[in-house]
Structures are given as structure tokens and as C-alpha cells.
């Protein structure tokens, strides 16, 4: 029998430390990130003969209770020796340990969300929470997707370009031959001014987390060394379009992309964004993450770059 213990983590490097060996560690879960987020949030680890084995990110509200809406990815992260056990110790191994935390969480919260990395391949200890008794409650589980590119067998940039749909070459060489150009900008303003005007043209209205995103998390991400915005711009000087990047040491992060409508014939769209694929691709991080593909339009486009 597994002697399992929970313990709260106030130790902002243990915590890095912890997300940056697990399979399911991301950029979203690191201190730098939720301390730029304005929501506050509590670190758990489950211990097991001495270690750290898996942990656990609780996104809070203001009544301090878990958030029904998580960030990307703000969930169960498993550490790197359980998912180099054998598949027959592995299962058994990490089943126990989220049922561990379920039955502990359950304790301290009246209700509890998480948003699960994409690698986190086994929901059966969520599907089964209270199994026998479902009138105290069971998880509901809503099925979302992402796009992964892998940069890892790709040696340049020539490759990205003909990796990708037909379509999206044409936009990038588009671009270029109408002189456009891609620069790299702390010009968080531009930003949000393009990203108002995509969703505009949407007839959308921004949410307040979407308009947050655009202006002081993207401010804090660049100031701070974890976030990459490029601005392209037309011969005058006039910002076309904008992308926004996250990064850790291993993903980069397609957190926001941006449009002028008068321009969007012209694939300035595309040029940016190949132009972030590139230098993720010379940084040495090994995927990019279209960090989500669950609408029609947006889904295709993003997994035209070829994203997985």
C-alpha cells in the first residue's frame, strides 16, 4: 500500500523545478506566469516514499474556492520518474495518485476544476470519482484540442514554409512581395488595438480575461522574458498584424494572433506567425503549441501550419 501525503508548496523553485522535468509541465504553470495572472491559487505536491510525485495547480476565486475556469493547462502534472515507469506500474502508479488527491481536494474545497494538459492521457480516476455514490458529486468532463507542431526533425525554416498547407506558402510569399515587414515589439498597445479590431470585424465582444491578455499579461510576459510579440507592418509603417508567443524551455505558445480586416487579403497573418515559428525553431524549443484548435475556421487555420 502506497503511503501518500499532501503538502502545500511555498517553495517557488521546488514548484519550477517540479513543472520543468513533468511531461505535462508548461509555461502556464510556472510561478512567473500565475504571478502575472490576477487570480490568487495555491501549489500542492502528493509525496511518496520521500519525493514529489505528482502536483497539483488550484486556480482560486475571490471566495477562495477552486475557479470553474482555468487557464490552459492549469491542472495534475505527474513527475518524470512516474512516466518512466513501465506501462503496468505506470497505470496503477498514477491512477492511485490522483485518487489520492481527489479524495484530499475534496476535504479542502467545495468544488474543484482542472484543465488538463494535453499529454495527460487517462481521465479514469475523474470519470470514476464517487462511481458508487454519484449523489455527493462527480466531474463533469468537457473534451477540448490543441494543435502541436513538432520542430524537432525540422532543420530550417525553408521546411516550416513547406510543411504547410499551399495556402499558408502563398500568404507568407504574398506578404513579401507587397513589402511588408516583421519586427520584433514591446508595443503591447498595437497589440490590443489589433486584437480589438479582429474581434470587431468578429462581431464579438472581447471578455474581460481576453481583453487582459492583450494589455497587461502581454506586458508583464515581454517585460518579464517569457513572452514574444511581432508586429507586421506595410510599407508606411502601419501595424497590419500582431502575434503573441509564450514561451518556456521547451514550447513556445501561440497565446494571440491579431488582424487589421483591411488587410488580411494580403496573409500578413501568416507571415507573422511563420516568422514566430521560425525563431522558436532557432531558440531550440522542440514544439510549438497553437494553444487551441476548438472552432471550425480557427482550427483549420492553425492546423494548416501542419500542427498535429
Same mark, same amino acid.
Given at each position: 500500500?502506497?503511503?501518500?501525503?499532501?503538502? %502545500?508548496?511555498?517553495?517557488?523553485?521546488?514548484? &519550477?523545478?517540479?513543472?520543468?522535468?513533468?511531461?505535462?509541465? !508548461?509555461?502556464?504553470?510556472?510561478?512567473?506566469?500565475?504571478?502575472?495572472? /490576477?487570480?490568487?491559487?495555491?501549489?500542492?505536491?502528493? +509525496?511518496?516514499?520521500g519525493? !514529489?510525485?505528482?502536483?497539483?495547480?488550484?486556480?482560486? #476565486?475571490?471566495?477562495?474556492?477552486?475557479?470553474l =475556469?482555468?487557464?490552459?493547462?492549469?491542472?495534475? $502534472?505527474?513527475?518524470?520518474?512516474? @512516466? =518512466?515507469?513501465?506501462?503496468?506500474?505506470?497505470?496503477?502508479?498514477?491512477?492511485?495518485?490522483?485518487?489520492y488527491?481527489?479524495a484530499?481536494?475534496?476535504?479542502?474545497?467545495?468544488?474543484?476544476?482542472?484543465?488538463?494538459?494535453?499529454?495527460?492521457?487517462?481521465?479514469?480516476?475523474?470519470?470514476?470519482?464517487?462511481?458508487?455514490?454519484?449523489?455527493?458529486?462527480?466531474?463533469?468532463?468537457?473534451?477540448?484540442?490543441?494543435?502541436?507542431?513538432?520542430?524537432?526533425?525540422i532543420? =530550417?525554416?525553408?521546411? %516550416?514554409?513547406? =510543411?504547410?498547407?499551399?495556402?499558408?506558402r502563398?500568404?507568407?510569399?504574398?506578404?513579401?512581395? #507587397?513589402?511588408?515587414?516583421?519586427?520584433?515589439?514591446?508595443?503591447?498597445?498595437?497589440? !490590443?488595438?489589433?486584437?480589438?479590431?479582429?474581434f470587431?470585424?468578429?462581431?464579438?465582444?472581447?471578455? &474581460?480575461?481576453?481583453?487582459?491578455?492583450?494589455?497587461?499579461?502581454?506586458?508583464? @510576459?515581454?517585460?518579464?522574458?517569457?513572452?514574444?510579440?511581432?508586429?507586421?507592418?506595410?510599407?508606411?509603417?502601419? /501595424?497590419?498584424?500582431?502575434?503573441?508567443?509564450?514561451?518556456?524551455?521547451?514550447?513556445?505558445?501561440?497565446?494571440?494572433?491579431?488582424?487589421? /480586416?483591411?488587410? +488580411?487579403?494580403?496573409?500578413?497573418?501568416?507571415?507573422?506567425?511563420?516568422?514566430? %515559428?521560425?525563431?522558436?525553431?532557432?531558440?531550440?524549443?522542440?514544439?510549438?503549441?497553437?494553444?487551441?484548435? !476548438?472552432?471550425? $475556421?480557427?482550427?483549420?487555420?492553425?492546423?494548416?501550419? &501542419? @500542427?498535429?
Amino acid at each position: 500500500m502506497d503511503d501518500y501525503e499532501l503538502q %502545500i508548496c511555498d517553495e517557488r523553485k521546488e514548484w &519550477n523545478d517540479f513543472v520543468a522535468t513533468s511531461s505535462q509541465g !508548461n509555461i502556464f504553470c510556472q510561478t512567473q506566469f500565475l504571478d502575472a495572472h /490576477p487570480q490568487d491559487y495555491e501549489l500542492l505536491f502528493i +509525496r511518496n516514499g520521500g519525493t !514529489n510525485q505528482l502536483g497539483a495547480l488550484i486556480a482560486k #476565486e475571490e471566495d477562495g474556492q477552486s475557479t470553474l =475556469n482555468p487557464f490552459m493547462y492549469q491542472g495534475v $502534472l505527474f513527475d518524470s520518474s512516474v @512516466a =518512466n515507469f513501465p506501462p503496468h506500474r505506470r497505470v496503477k502508479k498514477s491512477l492511485g495518485l490522483v485518487d489520492y488527491l481527489l479524495a484530499e481536494l475534496e476535504q479542502r474545497y467545495d468544488r474543484i476544476s482542472f484543465s488538463l494538459h494535453h499529454s495527460f492521457d487517462d481521465l479514469r480516476s475523474f470519470q470514476w470519482f464517487h462511481y458508487h455514490k454519484p449523489d455527493l458529486g462527480q466531474f463533469k468532463i468537457d473534451m477540448s484540442y490543441t494543435g502541436i507542431l513538432s520542430l524537432s526533425d525540422i532543420n =530550417n525554416s525553408e521546411s %516550416i514554409l513547406m =510543411n504547410a498547407r499551399t495556402v499558408r506558402r502563398q500568404e507568407f510569399h504574398r506578404a513579401l512581395r #507587397e513589402g511588408f515587414l516583421v519586427e520584433e515589439s514591446n508595443d503591447v498597445d498595437i497589440l !490590443n488595438h489589433l486584437h480589438g479590431l479582429t474581434f470587431q470585424r468578429q462581431a464579438r465582444t472581447r471578455s &474581460n480575461s481576453e481583453e487582459y491578455m492583450a494589455t497587461k499579461l502581454a506586458e508583464s @510576459a515581454i517585460s518579464n522574458g517569457f513572452g514574444r510579440l511581432m508586429i507586421c507592418k506595410d510599407k508606411q509603417g502601419t /501595424p497590419a498584424s500582431a502575434s503573441l508567443f509564450l514561451f518556456d524551455d521547451k514550447c513556445g505558445y501561440y497565446l494571440i494572433g491579431a488582424n487589421d /480586416p483591411k488587410y +488580411r487579403k494580403y496573409g500578413t497573418g501568416s507571415y507573422v506567425l511563420f516568422e514566430q %515559428i521560425r525563431w522558436c525553431l532557432e531558440q531550440g524549443l522542440t514544439t510549438v503549441d497553437f494553444v487551441g484548435i !476548438n472552432s471550425p $475556421l480557427r482550427g483549420d487555420f492553425k492546423t494548416s501550419f &501542419n @500542427a498535429v
